[in-house]
């Protein structure tokens, strides 16, 4: 095996993490004790806690900064965001129970109110993705962040692959080079001998003897298998002796992964709707005085199981956007195209002024709430779609609806309006295939920040 580029950047970055991760953990120990003496009329009294948990919060900072440098999360490059949250709440959870075991254990701990450790836990929980998140967001923007990759493959497949590289900074995979199959057979130079090789087989070839001599050149050799909508996330491997066997399944199609996410939608639908009724009552009087017509509107929409079910939102658009609409199809061809593509039209002439401004920020989806609490809907899931579209649907129907749709889901988060109708439908299916509590979260997250800003509406 040839001498391989040290990229010295990979250390920076781990080190950037390492550095924010001690901060904000040592930042979530203070607020914990902060929330906890503030309670303390309720909970009791404890003096100078600080200066009692410190050593405990010292262990627990080192020992955390171990456990995700063992998981991985530094640099944490090719790992895929709902997988980083799954590591990372994993491993802040393990170090949460090693310290509640230490406080039983070690006397100088054993009055201490375990209540500060439940606090830093729900803390850490929630403000360290947040914040690799944000961290990798701003870093991957820089030249020097991640590791550049060599790309071997037939061209136009080699291109999409680099295409998604580029699109998915946080990867942290630079498509450096797109070399043939052929160029595996021969000696690379130097300069073309990079950490991670990706290589993308065509149909039908023996794949032992190229990742062979490609592991000679390279210290990662990435296979690039077609698995169209099905799972990739949560993927399993077997060992069929000696031969790579892969799983792959439907993870909703699950009885009991369904019954934990019915139960997550009616404890969220319940809390939040009952939060959002002064913004529900505000909305409705902006739509009542800006436009004539009734506040909400009812459309038609697929459910689970083909059933149709009548979805309300706030009224968006004028009350003659149907012939408007036709008016506009038949005289512009452009937009015909368009329309027939996204199901949708980038400048939509029936949107009133509140309409544009509720569409960009998704505020007219807030009604939904109600079909969520009744069952029809889920907090996340695929597409609610028109029974117009069932046609365009085609053989995803069967999996697609096999589902409750959801208020959001994974095309919202990774395209929105800015994918093309087919592309909505692989994105379903990818749900569907690689659903788990950690992409739902994820998922929220992601559509909060999508929502604020406005993007892809």
Do not use: C
């Amino acid at each position: 095996m040839k001498k391989q580029k040290i990229n010295w950047w990979t250390w920076v970055v781990s080190l950037i993490l390492i550095i924010s991760d001690t901060a904000i953990l040592l930042g979530v120990f203070r607020l914990a004790v902060l929330i906890r003496n503030l309670l303390t009329p309720l909970l009791g009294r404890q003096w100078n806690l600080w200066l009692i948990v410190l050593p405990l919060v010292q262990m627990g900072i080192l020992f955390g900064i171990s456990v995700f440098i063992v998981e991985g999360l530094y640099p944490g490059y090719g790992m895929t965001a709902v997988k980083e949250l799954e590591r990372m709440s994993k491993s802040v959870t393990m170090v949460f129970f090693f310290l509640v075991i230490i406080s039983f254990l070690i006397s100088p701990y054993k009055g201490l109110p375990r209540s500060f450790l439940l606090f830093s836990w729900i803390l850490a929980l929630v403000i360290l993705p947040i914040s690799h998140f944000l961290i990798r967001n701003i870093i991957s923007r820089f030249s020097w962040y991640g590791t550049e990759v060599v790309i071997f493959g037939e061209n136009e497949k080699a291109m999409q692959i680099a295409d998604s590289l580029k699109r998915v900074r946080r990867l942290g995979w630079r498509p450096k080079l797109i070399l043939p199959l052929e160029a595996i057979n021969n000696e690379l130079k130097d300069e073309d001998r990079f950490d991670v090789a990706i290589f993308i087989p065509p149909p039908g070839l023996a794949n032992e003897e190229y990742t062979h001599k490609l592991n000679k050149d390279f210290r990662k050799v990435i296979l690039i298998g077609q698995t169209g909508g099905l799972g990739s996330v949560w993927v399993k491997p077997h060992d069929l002796d000696g031969r790579l066997g892969l799983e792959f399944h439907y993870n909703l199609f699950d009885g009991y992964a369904r019954g934990i996410k019915r139960l997550m939608d009616f404890g969220m639908g319940v809390i939040i709707s009952i939060m959002l009724i002064p913004i529900i009552a505000i909305l409705s009087l902006l739509i009542f005085l800006d436009s004539p017509g009734p506040v909400f509107f009812k459309q038609e929409r697929l459910g689970k199981g083909y059933k149709r079910f009548n979805i309300i939102k706030f009224r968006t658009m004028a009350v003659d956007a149907e012939q408007k609409l036709f008016d506009l199809l038949e005289n512009d061809p452009v937009a015909k195209a368009e329309y027939q593509e996204h199901h949708k039209l980038a400048n939509d002439p029936r949107l009133t002024r509140v309409g544009k401004w509720l569409r960009r920020f998704s505020l007219d989806e807030l009604p939904q709430f109600v079909h969520v609490l009744g069952g029809s809907m889920s907090m996340i899931g695929p597409r609610a779609y028109m029974p117009s579209e069932l046609d365009d649907i085609g053989d995803y129907a069967p999996i697609i609806l096999r589902i409750q749709p959801g208020l959001t889901g994974w095309w919202q988060i990774m395209g929105r309006h800015q994918t093309t109708f087919k592309q909505r439908l692989l994105m379903d299916e990818y749900y569907i295939s690689n659903w788990s509590l950690w992409m739902d979260v994820y998922i929220l997250l992601k559509t909060v920040w999508v929502v604020l800003s406005g993007r892809g509406a």
